[in-house]
């Protein structure tokens, strides 16, 4: 990491070691644009799909929840992969391994592909 002279830090590093070095409750707002799985190749050893999720947007997610203050929100721009689909986790899941209130689900449409693009949002209690 690194800091910079107007108070600062920018911390370059794998999702999973950094939010560990965060606060907890303080963001208003974390909002994300994760890995889409096999979006991005990041290693021939990539992980199945379903550990995938164990092993990421599980704790992706518990860590948003922990570092967004009360009343804030999550905001998680993730979509459905060759591999499987993510909305069933954003929709069911989240809710019950944090205490994350789903509120709304906003899109925009891709400026050269033209799909719809959602973005799941959540609020802290």
């Known amino acids: 990491f690194r800091s910079i002279s107007n108070g600062y830090t920018i911390y370059s590093l794998p999702f999973e070691i950094g939010s560990l070095q965060l606060e907890s409750n303080s963001f208003d707002l974390v909002f994300t644009?994760?890995?889409f799985f096999d979006y991005e190749m990041y290693s021939p050893n990539n992980p199945k799909y379903i550990d995938w999720i164990s092993q990421f947007y599980i704790p992706l997610m518990q860590q948003s929840y922990r570092?967004?203050?009360p009343g804030g929100h999550v905001a998680i721009y993730?979509?459905?992969?060759?591999a499987g689909e993510i909305?069933?986790?954003?929709s069911e899941e989240v809710t019950k391994i944090t205490k994350l209130q789903?509120?709304?689900?906003?899109?925009f449409r891709g400026m050269s592909s033209n799909k719809i693009?959602?973005?799941w949002v959540y609020q802290k209690p």
């Open 117 to 119: 693009r959602g973005i």
């Open 33 to 35: 644009s994760p890995p």
């Open 87 to 90: 909305d069933q986790f954003m």
């Open 102 to 107: 789903h509120r709304k689900k906003i899109a």
């Open 78 to 82: 993730v979509g459905d992969t060759s």
């Open 67 to 69: 570092c967004v203050r």
